[in-house]
């Protein structure tokens, strides 16, 4: 074992200083003629060469990112030349001025590829650019989910895939996968893309940053079954990705009998700490089951070992079931983790300290710098994480005074009213861009930002008084706007289903029975699962305006439509409904259900289309939460880990239907899907239960939780039964949540109470009488409260998103009355 890891180490650090360093006693930018180049090109060999006339002027920021350039393309074969072009010399690329601002790959005297030179804008880009070309065939581009499903179709059981997301060619992550295709490009597939909906389509949660995937297609046989994925979660380097697929090479669990202190593998050389799974004879299987689980769960982090116990000369601690082995030289911890999640969990957070260490390492100065990460909530700590983050701004128009009116004015627009200095602004403004990449070349729609801190008037002739704030300007209609979650996701579906009118008008009844089925824009049916038409008599000139009202109120939400010509009776006897009425189509469940609209004014309608649109048995999600939890009635919550069991799904949609549970908001969590779930349930029983569980959540009075019995089976007779008794009060809760605040970590500075200390210093004299403390801050929470009470509800929703750490039912506080925490 020994052995094979120093050749695996001796391997690495044989790649990693062909990436570094430079062997080559070449130091500088050689410079030729343009006989001289093409006589010293040889045939196999590339070279990338740079023509410019000798009496012009340089371009010299290029020739300096062009010199930095010389030495990496060296190591990989690569020659490089700036060529002088004369007027005694003929050739064709010493030509126009415009031709002179390409560089030019050559092998041997064959052209391969000319480069504007402001794609080459520095050394990444240069060499990325280049091994690009040169790697036509080690790596694939693909654009669409179907080119990247064939190519994985086509390597099952052959070889395994590396894909890439970068967002742009020519970036330090792109050079950083070129780099690592250059060496690796012949053992695997790599795969490349920009596209950023690509990504999203297979599921990655976060694609805010350049991403890599590990496709294990070799072991796979069956064509119908998907490759397994592993994510790298290191930033794209090229020493990350060479440790990252290291350990994809390694074994993944590796069985030993030998003291942990002694053992030695290739996750260790490459700084990945090990987990030992302690087993012995009589649990084998099952542990070796686990162990294998664990392996999965941490490929890429770390090195999993199942560890047997009887075999062992050295004694280990008889409680301890795991032990970690942080790196080489270190003593080992031994440990007692019931659950994988623990392990799991144990191995992330002291990776996880110790990337911010050394983050940190580089910011921090002084001694009394330790508490500047720490900010008051986990908006304001995600902005102060993601600080060095560049965002490509640039696919978004910035807006000031003088060209706001001439912009909207000209073009259908999207505008974010942000603030620069506020967290919640700038973390929203990265939701915003991605949005923009999202929509790059498929809408018509303009995507604008204003920098409200910078143009106040603008933003008050706007009338937006907070931040941030998102509007939709048409064509002779009234801004709109958006107020929904502040994420990419409901931000596109309110982009997308804003294109069409609110109410459309429908005229026959066979585009009204296209409408109903879904085929008159079934290109929106995937943002709004449900469409609305109300059905009106020619006369019902009242009931039609409260409709168009609550249509337009809704628009970006759900796609409403009216119909109220002659023939409307075909419709109302059609789907047994009596005008004034709402018909509502549920495409997912492919029915049309009918409500009355007698005597309903606008804001009742829209209440009842928002109700509508609420699932009756719904999966939460950190999303969906706080509009569930607007309804203001307990939780009944089936815990599972992975899809529901039929027989209890049955059971619970047989109380909906008997409406047995309408004092209670019945939904399920899938903690595969919504793992912070987890530590949920940790709260409430401090040590995770067998799953599925089903609870009853009681946020809104007295906190209690009551969990159903896991003895009894989970039929409707069972649970009604003990429904009952929860109402009743015969069932003693297992917790009762406190009623905590939500405070920052950090307390406030007291700015007043400092300045007055500091004029104290300088001046024993009275000077004039102060405001008391007591009335500034009283007059300061009364402002709080009212600015709070503006828009409170999407503040707490970004909290939502960018708190995936924590107990994703703190979320909803800003939705409840009583502080009480899940």
């Given at each position: 074992m020994m052995s094979s890891s120093f050749n695996i180490f001796r391997v690495g650090i044989s790649f990693v200083m062909?990436?570094?360093?430079?062997?080559?006693?070449?130091?500088?930018?050689?410079?030729?003629?343009?006989?001289?180049?093409?006589?010293?090109?040889?045939?196999?060999?590339?070279?990338?060469?740079?023509?410019?006339?000798?009496?012009?002027?340089?371009?010299?920021?290029?020739?300096?990112?062009?010199?930095?350039?010389?030495?990496?393309?060296?190591?990989?074969?690569?020659?490089?030349?700036?060529?002088?072009?004369?007027?005694?010399?003929?050739?064709?690329?010493?030509?126009?001025?415009?031709?002179?601002?390409?560089?030019?790959?050559?092998?041997?005297?064959?052209?391969?590829?000319?480069?504007?030179?402001?794609?080459?804008?520095?050394?990444?880009?240069?060499?990325?650019?280049?091994?690009?070309?040169?790697?036509?065939?080690?790596?694939?581009?693909?654009?669409?989910?179907?080119?990247?499903?064939?190519?994985?179709?086509?390597?099952?059981?052959?070889a395994n895939i590396a894909f890439a997301y970068v967002r742009a060619i020519g970036t330090p992550e792109h050079r950083a996968v070129m780099e690592a295709a250059f060496v690796y490009g012949t053992t695997y597939q790599f795969v490349l893309t920009t596209e950023i909906a690509l990504l999203g389509s297979i599921g990655t949660e976060d694609i805010e940053y350049a991403h890599l995937y590990f496709f294990h297609c070799k072991p796979v046989l069956d064509l119908t079954q998907q490759c397994r994925r592993t994510l790298m979660e290191q930033p794209l380097t090229t020493l990350n990705i060479y440790r990252f697929i290291k350990s994809m090479e390694a074994p993944l669990l590796t069985e030993v009998a030998e003291d942990p202190q002694q053992v030695s593998t290739v996750h260790l050389q490459l700084g990945l700490p090990l987990v030992f799974i302690v087993s012995q004879q009589a649990t084998y299987e099952a542990d070796r089951r686990t162990a294998e689980w664990i392996g999965w769960r941490l490929l890429g982090k770390a090195g999993v070992l199942l560890l047997l116990r009887d075999s062992l000369e050295v004694d280990i601690p008889q409680q301890a079931n795991v032990v970690f082995k942080r790196e080489e030289g270190m003593p080992v911890e031994y440990l007692v983790l019931h659950d994988i999640d623990l392990v799991i969990s144990h191995v992330e957070n002291n990776m996880y300290t110790e990337e911010v260490r050394e983050d940190e390492d580089d910011d921090i100065e002084g001694p009394d710098m330790d508490t500047l990460g720490i900010q008051d909530d986990e908006v304001a700590e995600t902005v102060y994480r993601d600080r060095k983050r560049q965002l490509p701004l640039e696919l978004t128009v910035e807006l000031t005074e003088e060209t706001f009116n001439a912009t909207v004015m000209a073009s259908d627009s999207i505008v974010l009213f942000y603030a620069g200095w506020q967290a919640v602004s700038m973390a929203f403004l990265q939701s915003y861009i991605d949005l923009a990449i999202k929509l790059k070349g498929t809408s018509t729609m303009l995507l604008a930002r204003i920098n409200c801190a910078d143009w106040s008037d603008v933003c008050t002739k706007q009338n937006v008084t907070e931040f941030p704030v998102v509007k939709m300007y048409k064509e002779g209609e009234n801004p709109v706007s958006y107020a929904g979650m502040l994420g990419t996701e409901d931000l596109l579906k309110f982009i997308q289903l804003s294109r069409i009118s609110c109410p459309v008008n429908i005229t026959s009844v066979q585009e009204a029975e296209q409408y109903l089925s879904g085929e008159l824009y079934k290109d929106l049916i995937s943002y709004s699962s449900v469409s609305v038409l109300g059905l009106f008599s020619p006369t019902m000139t009242t009931a039609k305006e409260d409709f168009t009202e609550a249509g337009k109120y809704l628009k970006g939400c759900v796609i409403t439509g009216i119909y109220s010509e002659e023939d409307v009776l075909i419709l109302s006897n059609r789907y047994t409904a009596t005008l004034p009425a709402l018909l509502l189509a549920r495409h997912k469940e492919d029915k049309v259900e009918s409500l009355p609209l007698a005597n309903t004014h606008a804001q009742d309608i829209v209440q009842m289309i928002t109700n509508s649109l609420l699932e009756t048995f719904p999966e939460i999600t950190v999303e969906n939460l706080p509009t569930y939890l607007r309804l203001q009635k307990p939780l009944l919550v089936l815990f599972s880990d992975g899809s529901i069991n039929p027989q209890y799904k049955k059971a619970m949609l047989t109380l909906i239907k008997e409406k047995h549970v309408d004092s209670l908001t019945p939904c399920w969590l899938n903690l595969k899907t919504t793992p912070v779930g987890r530590g949920v349930l940790q709260t409430y029983f401090d040590v995770l239960p067998p799953l599925p569980l089903l609870v009853v959540v009681n946020l809104h009075s007295g906190g209690q939780v009551f969990a159903f019995p896991s003895d009894q089976a989970v039929t409707e007779q069972n649970l009604l039964l003990w429904l009952k008794k929860v109402e009743a009060g015969l069932e003693s809760p297992i917790t009762i949540l406190p009623a905590q605040e939500w405070k920052p970590p950090l307390p406030a500075y007291n700015f007043l109470r400092m300045m007055d200390a500091a004029a104290s210093q300088h001046s024993s004299r009275k000077g004039p009488e102060c405001v008391k403390e007591t009335d500034v801050q009283e007059n300061d929470k009364e402002q709080h409260e009212d600015k709070s009470a503006i828009k409170k509800e999407p503040t707490e929703t970004l909290r939502i998103k960018h708190w995936n750490r924590s107990n994703v039912f703190k979320a909803e506080k800003s939705f409840r009355h009583d502080n009480k925490e899940l």
């Open positions: 062909v990436c570094i360093f430079y062997k080559s006693s070449v130091d500088c930018l050689p410079e030729l003629s343009s006989q001289k180049y093409f006589s010293t090109l040889q045939s196999g060999k590339a070279s990338l060469a740079y023509f410019c006339q000798a009496d012009s002027p340089s371009t010299s920021v290029f020739l300096e990112e062009l010199k930095k350039a010389v030495k990496p393309l060296q190591d990989y074969g690569i020659s490089v030349a700036k060529v002088n072009c004369v007027k005694e010399e003929a050739s064709r690329y010493c030509g126009k001025e415009k031709d002179l601002m390409k560089a030019y790959l050559f092998r041997g005297n064959i052209l391969l590829r000319e480069f504007p030179t402001d794609t080459l804008f520095d050394v990444n880009a240069i060499i990325a650019h280049v091994l690009f070309a040169l790697l036509f065939n080690e790596v694939k581009y693909v654009t669409t989910l179907e080119r990247l499903q064939n190519i994985e179709d086509s390597l099952k059981g052959k």
